[in-house]
Nanobody, 122 residues
Framework: VQLQASGGGLVQAGGSLSLSCAASGRTFESYSMGWFRQVPGKEREFVAVITSDSITYIGDPVKGRFTMSRDDAKNTVYLQMNSLKPEDSAVYYC?????????????????WGQGTLVTVSS
């Protein structure tokens, strides 16, 4: 599967952004999808995951502010980011894994998009 993330940009603190990740392939609905983020010099950080049956798990740093959803008809997952903080600034990556379940480890994901930059100004 190939992934294409989009929707990043510059936003003021307290604002919102919505990221999208479009996937190719005919079996998208069977994949668990994740969002991760990374800043230079740091390890890739888990943000959110959604399973093939739309069970979601949101990472603690963004819980209550970010939500994740999927539209299998469009082969797309979304990350809605509200109440953004400067510390949310990062390159955001979407990822896919064929194994069912929730995984917060980036090592569990075999497929990655190219990343989209989110910058939150204070």
């Amino acid at each position: 599967v190939q992934l294409q993330a989009s929707g990043g940009g510059l936003v003021q603190a307290g604002g919102s952004l919505s990221l999208s990740c479009a996937a190719s392939g005919r079996t998208f609905e069977s994949y668990s999808m994740g969002w991760f983020r990374q800043v230079p010099g740091k390890e890739r950080e888990f943000v959110a995951v959604i399973t093939s049956d739309s069970i979601t798990y949101i990472g603690d740093p963004v819980k209550g502010r970010f939500t994740m959803s999927r539209d299998d008809a469009k082969n797309t997952v979304y990350l809605q980011m509200n109440s953004l903080k400067p510390e949310d600034s990062a390159v955001y990556y979407c990822a896919a894994r064929r194994t069912y379940g929730v995984s917060t480890s980036h090592y569990a994901y075999a497929y990655w998009g190219q990343g989209t930059l989110v910058t939150v100004s204070s």
